[in-house]
């Protein structure tokens, strides 16, 4: 936030601070990006700074109020992403970026995860802002109502439709935290030895990888779909013969990589169904690993 005067106190930003971590989780949710997340809180602050803050009663209850709408608007100007080359897919951040709560529930942590921020993409910005508010939150209906301009019964009819259009591929993706770290090693010792066969025995046979580039950055173009295709695209980029580092880390509040090496960087994390690796989502696109420091080794390989 900006800075005052040495020994003077900001009581606006202080406010403001003591809530970000729910502020920045709603704005990120609703936008995909924790670039365009952090813009947003920097705009709420302006606006918190110019109000009579001592007449506000609920401070949490009105800089949720700003935020979602400035989010809103964000989403309403962006638009869809016919125009990104390639897939989109949302940011990666570091599960401490969302400063999870320990007492948080599945389904607040599942609602960060990238292939349920992957699937909101296909809900218009007031059901998604609905649904991150009451799934994620557990925001009234009646303060919701306030926020996106409409009754509270609309609001419930909304995030209803919203859950049961997200409904079956939230299944099939949902998250397990024990399956994960078990399926991520596995994953990657196959992928390292170039094992095809191994790498088969953990995905499903529907699988599909996507690939964000941006433009920016080697990616696939296209989705890859299928067990075969699929295991034979990260065998091809980890395997025996690439110079590459794998680092776990926990992203989006499950296990997942960030990749260095010769000509690459990227961030991998994946879905669940079951127990094999059904969805793979890998951002190489390079405005959206700020987050996660330096880039390729050099600039060259594959």
């Known amino acids: ?13 202080d406010e403001l601070q003591r809530h970000r971590p729910m502020l920045f989780g709603v704005a990120y949710r609703l936008l995909g990006s924790a670039t365009d997340a952090d813009d947003v809180l920097q705009d709420a602050y302006l606006r918190w700074r110019d109000v009579a803050t001592a007449e506000v009663r609920e401070p949490r209850r009105y800089l949720t109020r700003i935020v979602t709408r400035l989010a809103l608007d964000r989403l309403r100007a962006r638009g869809r992403h016919e125009s990104y080359v390639g897939p989109w897919l949302p940011e990666p951040v570091t599960t401490e970026t969302l400063a999870p709560d320990p007492a948080e529930t599945a389904e607040r942590r599942d609602s960060a995860a990238t292939a349920t921020l992957y ?3 296909r809900l218009d910005p007031v059901e998604r802002a609905v ?4 799934a994620a939150f557990e925001v009234p209906y009646a303060d919701i109502a306030e926020i996106v301009e409409r009754d509270a019964a609309h609001c419930r009819q909304l995030f209803h439709r919203a859950r049961d259009r997200l409904a079956d591929d939230r299944r099939r993706f949902a998250p397990s935290r024990q399956d994960h770290s078990q399926l991520l090693e596995h994953f990657v010792q196959a992928a390292r030895r170039g094992d095809l066969a191994g ?5 499903h046979d529907g699988v599909v990888a996507w690939s964000d580039g941006g433009g920016k950055a080697s990616a696939a173009r296209n989705a890859v779909i299928g067990v075969e295709k699929v295991a034979r695209f990260f065998a091809g980029i980890y395997g025996p013969d690439r110079d590459v580092d794998l680092e776990a880390r926990e992203i989006n509040g499950s296990p997942g990589l960030v990749v260095r090496g010769p000509g690459r960087f990227h961030v991998l994390t994946f879905a669940v169904s079951g127990d094999v690796i059904s969805a793979v989502f890998l951002v190489s696109n390079p405005d959206k690993l700020e987050r996660f420091g330096t880039g390729p080794t050099d600039a060259g390989g594959r």
């Open 1 to 13: 936030m900006p800075g005052t005067a040495p020994g003077t106190r900001d009581e606006p930003a």
């Open 119 to 121: 699937l909101m993409e």
């Open 131 to 134: 649904f991150v508010l009451r």
């Open 199 to 203: 790498l088969r025995k953990v995905l």
